[in-house]
């Protein structure tokens, strides 16, 4: 019996969705609707408790799904196969089989800080195309900038010079999940990833120590743990030994006398602030990394507290927690403008855009407001076209021009709103239009059913 990797490529990316994404695009089909030009726009209701922004991150991937969205033959007689689709219309299978998306595509470019109900981008394409991008490009946007803005946080409270390293493959949701998520620690402004497969994809150097095992392995074979960290710079030379598996202030003064010095420790348990105080008396010139389900409120508490760390490896915390709630909802059908109304879930209607304002390079203040509008003085739109009719318009950005406009795109947030500890609601307004828009939708009667 072979156990299938359930690890998806992207000739996979058709029936890697939810149901009911097909059973609508079947519908649409079969009533004549597929191919009504349709506009989803996807967002965040509200931002997860105690974060006054989002960095919004997987665009790249979003665009890589949309242009390898295809079905083989194989893929549809496996549709065919589970009889859920035995009343299909001749036109659903039709236009699955010629497959492709030929809409567009608008986002905001990775790395931009965004709001509650400010959409992270735009697809505008035949209906049952538009559908059916839904569940992947939730899926992506949604876990990448829960990362980004968990990494953006950290590198805001641990300043440029700190080295950040992202160790979080073992904790994250899934392998696929784990390299998405050392991709949006980067593009936020983490300096490294251990994951050895993200890393050399993304073309960087990967990151790492040890782990506890190297040093019981030699205590217990070789005598001492000592002779492990011997072997591990034999072979490794500057890198950082782990010191904290038996006594870390006496594997500190051993290391004091080593020549060459010892170029970085790494701690990862007890008393971080007491203990990298203790080991830099001993070793002076050592960089000494910290660990252990480190987050930004752990940082900030270890800074306050004058600890001497140098750099930190970020996991559990990173990867996982809050989620952002990203919702993927129509908000025009074939020019028609349409919002949802259910309680708490209220939708706001049409194509939008987002007009920032700036005031001396500070962000002041937000306007969202619809696509044909234009940019008042001082205010600069955010969403950008990044696919027309399937084809993407630019070239991929690299992780580092990424990091570098999370980083311009946090530090123009006011202060009140990028603190850790209750930060300050952001000021977006709705424009006139949009308000009128919506005003004009809610009160639009229902049709009434042809008899």
């Known amino acids: 019996m072979t156990y299938p990797a359930l690890l998806a490529a992207p000739e996979d990316y058709g029936l890697l969705t939810d149901l009911y994404q097909l059973t609508m695009a079947s519908c649409y089909a079969g009533e004549g609707m597929a191919d009504r030009p349709a506009s ?3 967002f965040t209701r509200r931002q997860p408790s105690g974060y006054g922004y989002l960095i919004a991150v997987g665009l790249a991937q979003a665009i890589d799904y949309l242009t390898h969205l295809r079905f083989s033959e194989p893929q549809l007689e496996a549709l065919r196969q589970t009889g859920l689709f035995d009343h ?3 036109e659903f299978w039709q236009r699955l089989s010629q497959g492709g998306f030929s809409g567009d595509l608008w ?22 195309q538009a559908q059916l991008a839904e569940t992947y490009l939730l899926n992506t946007l949604n ?8 990494a953006a946080r950290l590198r805001d409270v641990a300043g440029p010079a700190t080295k950040l390293l992202e160790f979080g493959t073992r904790r994250a949701f899934s392998p696929q999940g784990a390299l998405w998520g050392a991709r949006a620690a980067l593009a936020a402004g983490l300096d490294e990833t251990s994951n050895v497969l993200a890393a050399l994809e993304l073309g960087r150097q990967p990151a790492g120590t040890m782990a506890h095992a190297l040093v019981m392995v030699f205590a217990a ?11 591990f710079q034999r072979y490794f030379p500057g890198s950082a030994l782990l010191i904290d598996t038996y006594d870390t202030v006496a594997a500190a003064e051993r290391l004091a006398a080593q020549v060459p010095p010892v170029a970085a420790v790494r701690l990862d348990s007890g008393d971080l602030v007491e203990l990298s105080k203790a080991v830099r008396s001993h070793l002076p010139q050592a960089k000494i990394f ?23 490896g970020l996991g559990t915390k990173l990867v996982t927690g809050d989620p952002v709630n990203g919702v993927y909802k129509l908000v025009e059908i074939d020019g028609i403008a349409v919002m949802k109304e259910s309680s708490h879930k209220a939708t706001l209607p049409g194509r939008k855009q987002i007009f920032r304002r700036y005031d001396g390079g500070q962000a002041v203040g937000d306007r969202l407001g619809l696509i044909d509008e234009a940019a008042a003085p001082g205010e600069q739109p955010l969403l950008q076209l990044v696919v027309k009719q399937g084809q993407p318009l630019q070239g991929l950005e690299s992780l580092d021009a990424i990091a570098a406009r999370t980083a311009a795109s946090v530090a123009s947030l006011p202060p009140s709103v990028r603190q850790l500890e209750h930060p300050a609601p952001y000021p977006v307004a709705l424009s006139a239009a949009l308000e009128d828009l919506a005003a004009r939708t809610r009160r639009r009667p229902a049709p009434l059913p042809q008899r």
Do not use: M
């Open 88 to 90: 299909a219309p001749a």
């Open 143 to 150: 876990y990448q900038t829960l990362v980004a803005t968990r």
């Open 290 to 312: 910290a660990s252990g389900d480190l987050d930004e409120y752990e940082i900030a508490r270890l800074q306050r507290a004058g600890a001497a760390i140098d750099g930190y």
């Open 40 to 42: 989803f726009e996807l």
């Open 221 to 231: 074979l070789e005598g001492h743990e000592d002779d492990a960290f011997r072997a």
């Open 107 to 128: 986002a905001v470019p990775e790395g931009t800080a965004v709001f509650a109900n400010q959409p992270l981008l735009r697809v505008e394409a035949p209906l049952w």
